[in-house]
């Protein structure tokens, strides 16, 4: 079982940024895909990005595409999810996601409890 715990949400104006964080405490994220997905009220939840253990990754949702950036730090055991340009449509919950084999795009292996981000305009 791997445990996710995201950081870094908050509210903010349109415009801004936030950087989420994504820690596994006790466990190495490194061999793992890493990514992120979200879901705002009333609607799906969206697959956004995923990072592979050997640094290569999935394409970006065309929703947040040149405003968005993945990254994992594993000596710091932590997937990052820099997000820049904020519109109020990226507010939602953002769920940070783990699979131990192959990325799919609708499910994951393991789940973060999630973490708010709203955008005012």
């Known amino acids: 079982q791997v445990q996710l715990v995201e950081s870094g949400g908050g509210s903010v104006q349109a415009g801004g940024s936030l950087r989420l964080s994504c820690a596994a405490p006790?466990?190495?994220?490194?061999?793992?895909?890493k990514g992120w997905f979200r879901q705002a009220p009333g609607k799906e939840r969206e697959f956004i990005v995923a990072?592979?253990?050997?640094?290569?990754?999935?394409d970006y949702a065309n929703s947040v595409k040149g405003r968005f950036t993945i990254s994992s730090d594993n000596a710091k055991n932590t997937v990052y999810l820099q997000m820049n340009r904020l519109e109020p449509e990226d507010t939602a919950v953002y769920y940070c996601?783990?699979?131990?084999?192959?990325?799919?795009?609708?499910?994951?292996?393991?789940w973060g409890q999630g973490t708010q981000v709203t955008v005012s305009s």
């Open positions: 990072i592979m253990w050997n640094g290569g990754r999935t």
């Open positions: 006790g466990r190495t994220l490194a061999r793992y895909a």
């Open positions: 996601a783990a699979w131990s084999a192959a990325i799919t795009t609708n499910q994951a292996d393991y």
